[in-house]
């Protein structure tokens, strides 16, 4: 039992805004009252519900190959020296699982999503996932480019595309779907891309990038998965590429949908030495459509790697930089590319870039629907968080940053105008209470009685990115993890998945072309439950 | 190593068998290696975009000699021993529609005219893969062959798709690689002596550590260097404690220490297997053994080793060194 | 101010890891804080006077004395002052060392001077791989700096250079210069083979012979002006490299036209006759 008093506590989710008062925990959860056990003094500290990040890429085969491919990053990143309690492990851009989870958890987060899994590598991606101490974690597998999708949405039998869809997440152990440049990576595999939304995709001839989404916008809701579509639209990072982000909303009206890392979707101009922020266009857009949810995949200068399923736009990155390419092309399911990349200030390109994902957090009006990522690591690596906070929150910093880019970027920008500032309260949103409610993750991103007991202690501080990145305390379901900015007791974080219901016949549908055009056999497809260590079980929620 | 040094382009192997044209196995004999890598995922099946099946692919292979993978092959370039790279450079070349000088490149066992003629061929294709075997990886100039010819295939998707895939030796060692990936970040030659990993091939691999003499004991798990390793790699861990897990005798547990018998993994043990494209695939052993497994046995070491004072907190007292 | 000795015990038997041992953070220190400094012997850390007979104190001049071949990373990162090795030095001396010089009276091992960016390296007997080359995966090697090895070396000399020279007195092994960007490397007995392999820019002089491969173009046979340059440079280190009209001239090989690139390799042509 814990009791954490004379905190100020922000807990959105409640209505709470700086309000002192306690919270008593028992049994890893948040309770009214404790009568005895240990007791924190919180006096003077700030109380935040536990971090969510909704969209990360921190374990699996694409993250897994990053590794492998940057030792140069890995040399000068910091090292985790093991201990009696701790692993060993790298840090950097692609950390180790062990230093994963230390890293979140020393910066106050506690629930990760991984947004990219390939179904044929899903008990890979589990592996890793169980090997990432302290934090809950869920996944997203990979389905925009699924060519048996593909074949039934051709065919028109969207009945049985739902079924598909239903088996896929019980079969991978996943918490929901992530469509990744629908119908670009199929392409793609014939070494070619997919821009046009409304354009048959290579191979097909009904089957358009439009379709895809709408057609996997309409399975989600009918199925009642907790999260929305999962989406990475076509055209990430393009110029001029605001268009098919606006026309991929307007195909999602009456559906719910998540727009991943919206920072890569929102630029106007024609070319590379054109490009400029379209900002205003898609907060205008998104402000007035409550359907959907985002989150900011914002960037920040330095090194880092980029990882996607999006092959056709590695490609593109790796001719672009000349540096390394890395490129797993997945059968009949999607693919993914590795290309190290630097994002600098003089850069025309990396400054639009940089400005856009903080005008998209700062013109976006309502908080609990964009969250607050870097798309780790390809805008930035999510240890960085509390760098964008401090620029959230704080106008005359940014402006100081803002001398670091040339006079020419700071003609295609828009945030040299916006004097918004983040409050406290806003950050509790943007970091855990909204991209818990997107998640659909009750028990997360808040402190009322019977929530998981996930918080974090700031000692409030005028330079905010060290009062971010150093929390005093964080407690992972009522264990004190982090106490004077030192992990000193490691927990293990819970797997949480969905429980989907199909007609049993598809498995029967879906044999005959695994025998035919897979690598291994049907049974070994599927990840198996005992894979998963106290895992929690979602029920989905029948809309329709 | 050699994607550390310029990336790699590659795939599972269901896109091989579902969209490979074009099929190259360069330093490689799946046929008698790989016995069931041509029936299961190139060249005798039908693939997805390929009805036909042989028909459908054209394959080509570069050796140092005939083998049975080259007898059925449609192109056969017969190039000479250590010559790898040299070729391999020569075909970046041609790609580009760079001049390479003629009478060097007939130095390598072939000639400027065979050679454009493979990159017409591989310019032509719609998917095209390249399969590395140790005729390549393990002759002179080893991870820059390998680089050479991932780095072929990469710049080929300027023109059409093209991958590449080492043909990776026997047992689970992609497993291997794979988590010692996500544990410490690097896939093999891994230092841990300073309490945190380091990596430096050629410093901390197992080969250059026995044969410099840097170790003073050896565990052995799944593999028998004992057979594969240079002599002085060999009388080294003859001449220390070695420690090995094996289900059978092997040439290293006669020379080791210890001898550990261990469960079959797949047979008599479970556990996950990754193929050499890195797809990961359950075992369901469908015997039981008396034997524990490796698992068991390394974990039961490291409870007794945890149980020793901390090597890395532990105060410097005696010196220990050794007289030479 | 007089210089630091050091003068190893015994013989480890395992690899020794020395990286305190530069003039940057002996130069400061009183002798029993020399005393104390860490050294890890194997995956033990002991102090410094566990292993070494240590005189002197405060001084950017070490001596190093014993049978030191098992000692890695001396000198790494240094930016000044002077090191002395009487004897074999093992793996990583100087790496990413920055200003200073560093003298071995012996062989060195693998990575001698890897990713250094300034500074003097001399070695008077033999070098492993990968001399002044970039670590597996960094995109650059040495920076700049010299580096002078009487002896032989290894293979991967110069990988990814991007400035700064090396000679290489005695025979190189293969991948000399490979992937260059930059800089100048000397090979006084020429090199096995695959000489600048897949070199972007900079120069390869040999004064022997070269099996050259099939990517690079014979341009043209002439006296480079540079030449007279670098040779007034290298005659301070004690080095004679042929450049007047009368030594006779360079044929000039460019590539590597598989990258393509425009790196030089020149070869001396009365090397041709020797």
């Not at chain 2, 099946?53 to 017969?78: C, I, Y």
Request: charged share 20%; glycine share 10%; aromatic share 8%.
């Amino acid at each position: 039992m814990l009791r954490i008093t004379g905190g100020r506590v922000y807990d959105p989710a409640n209505g709470i805004n700086g309000v002192i008062k306690d919270v008593c925990i028992a049994d890893g959860r948040v309770v009214a009252d404790v009568t005895d056990g240990r007791t924190i003094d919180a006096t003077g500290l700030v109380v935040f519900p536990g971090g969510v990040d909704v969209h990360t890429h921190v374990a699996g085969g694409s993250v897994n190959f990053a590794r492998g491919m940057t030792p140069e990053d890995h040399r000068r990143a910091a090292a985790f020296v093991r201990s009696q309690s701790l692993r060993s492990g790298i840090g950097g851009m692609t950390p180790t699982t062990f230093a994963t989870g230390y890293l979140y958890a020393g910066m106050g987060w506690t629930t990760v999503n991984e947004a990219a899994v390939p179904i044929l590598f899903a008990k890979h991606t589990h592996e890793e996932l169980r090997d990432i101490p302290i934090v809950d974690k869920c996944s997203m597998i990979l389905m925009a480019n699924n060519e048996i999708l593909l074949d039934l949405l051709e065919a028109g039998e969207h009945e049985r595309a739902r079924h598909l869809v239903a088996w896929q997440i019980w079969a991978s152990k996943a918490y929901g779907i992530k469509a990744v440049n629908p119908g670009g990576v199929v392409s793609w595999k014939w070494g070619k891309n997919s821009s046009q939304l409304s354009s048959p995709i290579e191979g097909y001839r009904n089957v358009t990038p439009g379709t895809i989404v709408s057609g996997l916008a309409r399975i989600v809701d009918e199925l009642g998965l907790p999260h929305p579509l999962h989406l990475h639209c076509n055209n990430l990072g393009a110029p001029g590429n605001v268009s098919t982000t606006i026309e991929t909303m307007k195909l999602l009206e009456g559906h719910r949908a998540h727009m991943a890392h919206l920072q890569y979707h929102a630029y106007g101009g024609d070319d590379w030495h054109t490009m400029c922020s379209a900002t205003p266009k898609v907060a205008e857009y998104f402000n007035a459509h409550p359907n959907l949810t985002a989150d900011a995949g914002a960037v920040l200068f330095g090194d880092t790697v980029t990882i996607t399923a999006d092959g056709p736009w590695q490609h593109l990155l790796y001719k672009l930089t000349g540096r390394k390419w890395g490129n797993l092309d997945v059968e009949n399911e999607t693919g993914c590319g590795i290309v190290p990349y630097s994002y600098r200030p003089n850069n025309l390109v990396n400054a639009v870039q940089w400005a856009v994902g903080l005008e998209l957090m700062l013109l976006i009006d309502d908080p609990w629907r964009l969250h607050l990522t870097t798309d780790h690591p390809n805008g930035a690596c999510f240890w960085r968080y509390p760098e964008i906070i401090q620029l959230l929150m704080n106008a005359d910093f940014r402006k100081d940053c803002l001398k670091s880019l040339t006079p020419h970027a700071r003609e295609r920008i828009f945030l040299p105008d916006i004097t918004r500032e983040y409050t406290l309260y806003e950050i509790a949103i943007i970091t855990s209470a909204g991209p818990a409610r997107a998640l659909a993750l009750p028990q997360k991103g808040q402190l009322g009685v019977g929530a998981d007991a996930d918080l974090v202690i700031y000692h409030e501080d005028k330079d905010v990115a060290k009062m971010f990145s150093h929390p005093r305390y964080v407690i992972k379901a009522g264990e004190v993890v982090v106490e004077e900015g030192e992990i000193r007791n490691v927990v293990e974080g819970r797997p949480f998945l969905v429980q989907t219901t199909y007609d049993p016949d598809i498995e029967g549908y879906l044999r005959p072309f695994f025998e035919s055009y897979y690598t291994m056999s049907f049974e070994n497809y599927p990840v198996e439950m005992s894979r998963l260590e106290k895992a929690e079980v979602f029920e989905c929620k029948r809309a329709k | 190593m050699a994607a550390q040094l310029g990336g790699k382009v590659s795939c599972t192997l269901g896109e091989v068998k579902n969209r490979a044209d074009f099929i190259v196995y360069w330093g490689s004999n799946p046929a008698d290696c790989h016995p069931r890598h041509l029936s299961r995922y190139t060249i005798a099946q039908k693939g997805r975009f390929l009805p036909r099946g042989r028909k459908d692919r054209t394959v080509v292979v570069v050796d140092v000699r005939e083998t049975k993978t080259s007898n059925p092959a449609d192109v056969f370039l017969q190039i000479r021993p250590g010559k790898d790279f040299e070729v391999l450079t020569t075909l970046r070349a041609l790609v580009k529609g760079q001049p390479v000088n003629p009478q060097l490149v007939a130095e390598t066992g072939v000639t400027v005219e065979q050679l454009q003629d493979l990159v017409d061929r591989m310019k032509r294709a719609r998917f095209g893969v390249m399969f590395f075997g140790m005729g390549l990886t393990m002759t002179r100039g080893k991870h820059m062959n390998s680089m050479a010819i991932l780095t072929l295939a990469t710049e080929m998707n300027a023109f059409t798709k093209f991958v590449a895939m080492p043909m990776r030796g026997h047992g689970n060692v992609t497993g291997a690689d794979v988590v010692m990936r996500w544990t410490t970040s690097y896939p093999f030659a891994i230092n841990f002596s300073r309490g945190y990993p380091r990596y430096n091939p050629g410093e901390f691999s197992t080969v250059d550590l026995l044969v410099r003499g840097d170790v003073d004991a050896a565990l052995v798990l799944g593999a028998d260097p004992g057979a594969t390793m240079p002599m002085p790699a060999i009388n080294r861990l003859a001449g220390i404690p070695t420690i090995v897990l094996d289900p059978k005798v092997t040439h290293t547990s006669r020379l080791a220490r210890v001898h550990i018998t261990t469960a079959t993994t797949g047979i008599s043990a479970p556990g996950t297997s990754y193929r050499m494209d890195e797809v990961p695939l359950t075992l369901r052993p469908p015997l039981r053994s008396p034997y524990p497994t490796d698992e068991e046995v390394v974990r039961r070491i490291h409870q007794a080793v945890a149980r020793k004072p901390d090597w890395l907190t532990a105060h410097s007292g005696t010196s220990p060194i050794a007289q030479a | 101010m007089t210089s630091i000795t050091l003068t190893l015990k015994n013989t480890p038997n395992v690899p020794l890891e020395t990286e305190v041992l530069t003039p940057d953070r002996l130069a400061g220190l009183a002798h029993d804080e020399i005393r104390a400094l860490p050294v890890f012997l194997g995956k033990r850390q002991l102090r410094l006077d566990d292993l070494f007979d240590i005189e002197g104190e405060r001084s950017d001049e070490l001596q190093i004395f014993g049978a030191t071949r098992q000692l890695k990373s001396i000198g790494r990162g240094m930016t000044r002052g002077r090191i002395a090795i009487h004897g074999h030095a093992g793996m990583h001396l100087g790496a990413g060392m920055r200003g200073g010089s560093i003298e071995v009276h012996g062989d060195a091992g693998d990575w001698l001077g890897a990713e250094m960016a300034g500074g003097l390296i001399q070695v008077h007997g033999n070098a492993g791989g990968q001399v002044g080359a970039a670590y597996r995966g960094s995109m650059s090697g040495m920076q700049n700096g010299t580096i002078v090895v009487d002896g032989s070396a290894g293979i991967e000399v110069g990988t990814r250079m991007r400035r700064g020279i090396i000679v290489i007195k005695g025979p190189a092994r293969d991948f000399t210069g490979l992937e260059m960007k930059g800089g100048t490397i000397f090979l006084l007995s020429g090199a096995e083979q695959r000489v600048g392999a897949w070199m972007r820019r900079g120069t390869i002089v040999s004064m022997l012979p070269l099996q050259m491969l099939p990517t690079f173009a014979f341009a043209c046979s002439y006296h480079p002006d540079f030449m007279r340059l670098l040779a007034r440079y290298l005659s301070q280190l004690g080095i004679d490299i042929p450049h007047e009209p009368q030594d006779g001239p360079y044929d000039l090989y460019s590539g590597d036209a598989s990258i393509p690139g425009k790196g030089e390799i020149l070869v001396w042509r009365s090397g041709l006759s020797e």
